[in-house]
């Protein structure tokens, strides 16, 4: 499974991505990387370490020091909830295009691309607009050969 994962541009690094709602993706799975607003491009691609789903606290244990947010960011973005997800990044499987890819040269070379809310799963995607770049196909499988190695 390929994943688009929507990304909001933050100072630093982080190693791991947060999410309310587990998305169908393993370990091993690809996932490409876009920035939103106001950056508005695609920027590399990962293969994921593993997924953990946990009650807050739990959560926060694992991640504190690695999701680039504060505890109160955390638990402002969880508000509400009771679980929640932690997608982590296989930091060796990493891969920055050399020059992003733009939302409107995503647009005229990836018909009818739409910038993921939070993420979009790309085997629908690609099945329904087969014109993904090249530069992305390069891309994905360069990440993918690193994790079947």
């Given at each position: 499974m390929?994943?688009?994962?929507h990304?909001?541009?933050?100072d630093?690094?982080?190693?791991?991505?947060?999410?309310?709602?587990r998305?169908?993706?393993d370990?091993?799975?690809?996932?490409?990387?876009?920035?939103?607003?106001?950056?508005?491009?695609m920027?590399?691609?990962?293969?994921?370490?593993?997924?953990?789903?946990?009650?807050?606290n739990?959560?926060w244990?694992?991640?504190?020091?690695?999701?680039?947010?504060?505890?109160?960011?955390?638990?402002?973005?969880?508000?509400?909830?009771?679980?929640?997800v932690?997608?982590f990044i296989?930091?060796?499987?990493?891969?920055?295009?050399?020059t992003?890819?733009e939302?409107?040269h995503?647009?005229?070379?990836?018909?009818?691309?739409?910038?993921?809310?939070?993420?979009?799963?790309?085997?629908?995607?690609?099945?329904q607009?087969?014109?993904?770049?090249?530069q992305l196909?390069r891309?994905?499988?360069s990440?993918?050969?690193?994790?079947?190695?």
């Open positions: 390929k994943l688009c994962i990304v909001r541009p933050r630093g690094s982080k190693a791991v991505e947060l999410r309310r709602v998305p169908k993706v370990k091993g799975d690809v996932a490409l990387v876009y920035v939103s607003s106001p950056v508005k491009a920027h590399g691609a990962f293969s994921i370490e593993k997924v953990i789903v946990a009650p807050l739990e959560l244990g694992y991640v504190k020091g690695i999701a680039g947010i504060t505890r109160k960011e955390f638990d402002a973005y969880y508000e509400g909830a009771t679980v929640g932690g997608i296989n930091l060796s499987s990493l891969r920055e295009l050399n992003p890819m939302l409107n995503l647009r005229r070379n990836w018909p009818r691309f739409q910038p993921p809310q939070s993420y979009r799963y790309l085997s629908s995607v690609v099945e607009y087969t014109r993904v770049p090249s196909q891309l994905i499988k990440v993918a050969s690193m994790e079947q190695s």
